[in-house]
C-alpha cells in the first residue's frame, strides 16, 4: 500500500538578511587614524579633468618614428601588422568580387553570349586571384627573422 505524498510549497532560497553572515569580513572603522603633523607621505600628482586630447597620426611623423626607434622589434612587428592588413584587405577584396559573380552565374543564366563570356571569365580570374593573393603575400616575401648582434 503506498502512502500519499503531502504537497509542499516549492523551495525557496532564504531572504538576504537571514541571519548566515553575507560577508565573513569585520567591518572596517569608518573613521581614519589621524596623522602625525611631523612627517607627511607624498601626495601623487593630481589628474586633470580635461586630459589632452590625443594627436592624430601623422604619416610622416610616423616614418620619422619608425627609424627613431632603437629596438628593431618594434619595426619588424609593425611590418607584419601592416603586412597582415594589406592581405587581410586584398582577400576580402577578391572574395568580394568572386561570391556575387558566383552566385549570379548559377542561378541566372544570361542570353547574351557575351555576357555570358565576361561572367565567366571574371569569375574564373577572381577565383584564381583569391587563390594565389596568400601565396603573394605569405611564400614569395616571407617575414626574415630578425638577426641578433
Known sequence: MKLARVARPPRMMPPPESLAPQNPVPAVATRPAPIANGSRPAQARAVPEHPRPIAASNPQADFF???AQSSETAFAKRRRKAKMRWFIVC???AVAILLPLAILGLSHRPDNAALLWIMN???IASAVAAALIPI???ALTPTLPE???
Open 136 to 138: 603573394l603575400f605569405f
Open 121 to 123: 571569365m571574371s569569375t
Open 65 to 67: 618614428e619608425m627609424f
Open 147 to 149: 638577426i641578433e648582434c
Open 91 to 93: 582577400e576580402s577584396v
